[in-house]
């Protein structure tokens, strides 16, 4: 038996947009809990994104599969009654606005809790409710930048951003084990619980590596593209006919197996220049050389055979295109309106499907008003405001 529905029974209202906070709310989904998803009046603006996606975008149904979709404006009393009314409802209240903007509309976790004391709030922000960075407007490249990423990212002369969108998916994940450690107290004491995550915060943790060599090791790991900074052989090599093949040694067996086996020079194994990492890391020069000398007569994939032979790590450079096409890529066939497309499935594996369906900008606004609308919180709501 493995993982199967396990939030099944579960309400989360996400009032939410771009990536970090529907990405969360994507994986409260895979996990069987109803995620309803609050758009504004002209829906979550990812829903622009792109038109790869039969004119809609591939970018949004990505993160959005296995939600429902309601079009509300919370400037509106009894919009904003019809969301006191879910919240009243609900298990779980996520959202990614800006830091204070429901508690201004009375939506504030203490408040809310007064109806419903179970309700676990999580919001997202981009450098935390108080202090300094409070009122900046966050986005994953930005955060990138100014958690230091981007510096010990790229080549020696150009920093560079991180392919993907990595601060809002990391954040997004951060957010959902918060949400479940907060549940599972929930379970145990019977009241909810008011989270914050903070995209800046999660880039900090994630750069605890460069962080502890500027700190304690002399500084920070130099930008080396392809190379890693504290560890050698670990990177790039060319081979024959131009394709990149990386290699990871990561201890002195591996080192002295890889001289023998894979470059045909056991010497090497015991010069004392490359005997320990720090060695090597210090004559990585004579130690790339050796390497280039042996690479470059080769072709990619006969090399790749020859290290997966020796149980050397290793892996060959992939274009967007060769990923693919990989043969270890799990893919998803989704459905927004009348697209279907491909993505890749999320990496937990269940028992049974996974939802498919992307729901379209107010899909399900109809019937969630009629199911919420009865509502005595909302009816109390619109009385007093």
């Given at each position: 038996m493995g993982l199967n529905g396990e939030l099944e029974g579960l309400l989360v209202v996400s009032i939410e947009q771009a990536v970090a906070a529907p990405y969360c709310g994507l994986l409260l989904a895979d996990a069987g809990a109803r995620v309803i998803k609050v758009e504004r009046p002209e829906g979550d603006f990812a829903r622009a994104y792109?038109?790869?996606?039969?004119?809609?975008?591939?970018?949004?149904?990505?993160?959005?599969?296995?939600?429902?979709?309601?079009?509300?404006?919370?400037?509106d009393r009894e919009d904003a009654a019809l969301v006191h009314a879910m919240l009243h409802k609900a298990d779980v209240f996520l959202h990614n606005l800006a830091p204070g903007a429901l508690e201004?509309?009375?939506?504030?976790?203490?408040?809310?809790?007064?109806?419903?004391?179970?309700?676990?709030?999580?919001?997202?922000?981009?450098?935390?409710?108080d202090g300094a960075g409070a009122e900046k407007k966050a986005y994953d490249f930005l955060v990138q930048a100014e958690s230091g990423l981007c510096s010990v990212t790229g080549t020696a002369d150009h920093p560079a951003r991180v392919g993907i969108s990595i601060t809002d998916i990391a954040t997004g994940?951060?957010?959902?084990?918060?949400?479940?450690?907060?549940?599972?107290?929930?379970?145990?004491?019977g009241t909810g619980v008011d989270l914050s995550v903070s995209m800046f915060d999660v880039m900090a943790d994630w750069m605890n590596m460069p962080l502890m060599g500027?700190?304690?090791?002399?500084?920070?790991?130099a930008r080396m593209g392809l190379t890693h900074a504290m560890i050698a052989p670990?990177?790039?090599?060319?081979?024959?006919?131009?394709r990149q093949i990386l290699i990871?040694?990561?201890n002195n067996r591996e080192w002295r197996t890889f001289c023998e086996t894979v470059l045909g020079r056991p010497e090497l194994g015991s010069d004392p220049r490359f005997l320990n990492n720090p060695d090597r890391v210090a004559n990585r020069a004579p130690m790339d050389e050796a390497i280039n000398a042996v690479f470059g007569q080769k072709d990619g994939a006969d090399l790749m055979a020859?290290?997966?032979?020796?149980?050397?790590a290793c892996a060959r450079l992939s274009s967007v295109g060769e990923l693919s096409d990989h043969d270890c890529l799990r893919n998803l066939q989704i459905r927004l309106g009348?697209?279907?497309?491909r993505v890749a499935d999320l990496p937990v594996q269940v028992d049974g499907g996974r939802a498919t369906v992307v729901p379209l900008l107010d899909q399900h606004g109809p019937s969630i008003r009629r199911e919420f609308a009865g509502n005595l919180v909302a009816d109390r709501y619109v009385r007093e405001t």
């Amino acid at each position: 038996m493995g993982l199967n529905g396990e939030l099944e029974g579960l309400l989360v209202v996400s009032i939410e947009q771009a990536v970090a906070a529907p990405y969360c709310g994507l994986l409260l989904a895979d996990a069987g809990a109803r995620v309803i998803k609050v758009e504004r009046p002209e829906g979550d603006f990812a829903r622009a994104y792109d038109k790869g996606a039969g004119g809609q975008s591939a970018f949004f149904a990505w993160l959005n599969r296995g939600k429902e979709s309601i079009c509300v404006d919370l400037n509106d009393r009894e919009d904003a009654a019809l969301v006191h009314a879910m919240l009243h409802k609900a298990d779980v209240f996520l959202h990614n606005l800006a830091p204070g903007a429901l508690e201004k509309r009375g939506f504030g976790g203490t408040e809310l809790r007064r109806d419903n004391p179970g309700l676990v709030t999580c919001e997202i922000t981009g450098y935390g409710r108080d202090g300094a960075g409070a009122e900046k407007k966050a986005y994953d490249f930005l955060v990138q930048a100014e958690s230091g990423l981007c510096s010990v990212t790229g080549t020696a002369d150009h920093p560079a951003r991180v392919g993907i969108s990595i601060t809002d998916i990391a954040t997004g994940l951060t957010a959902f084990s918060a949400i479940l450690r907060a549940l599972i107290q929930r379970g145990r004491t019977g009241t909810g619980v008011d989270l914050s995550v903070s995209m800046f915060d999660v880039m900090a943790d994630w750069m605890n590596m460069p962080l502890m060599g500027h700190r304690y090791l002399g500084g920070a790991p130099a930008r080396m593209g392809l190379t890693h900074a504290m560890i050698a052989p670990y990177g790039a090599y060319a081979t024959r006919d131009d394709r990149q093949i990386l290699i990871a040694i990561q201890n002195n067996r591996e080192w002295r197996t890889f001289c023998e086996t894979v470059l045909g020079r056991p010497e090497l194994g015991s010069d004392p220049r490359f005997l320990n990492n720090p060695d090597r890391v210090a004559n990585r020069a004579p130690m790339d050389e050796a390497i280039n000398a042996v690479f470059g007569q080769k072709d990619g994939a006969d090399l790749m055979a020859i290290l997966n032979e020796a149980r050397i790590a290793c892996a060959r450079l992939s274009s967007v295109g060769e990923l693919s096409d990989h043969d270890c890529l799990r893919n998803l066939q989704i459905r927004l309106g009348d697209a279907e497309i491909r993505v890749a499935d999320l990496p937990v594996q269940v028992d049974g499907g996974r939802a498919t369906v992307v729901p379209l900008l107010d899909q399900h606004g109809p019937s969630i008003r009629r199911e919420f609308a009865g509502n005595l919180v909302a009816d109390r709501y619109v009385r007093e405001t």
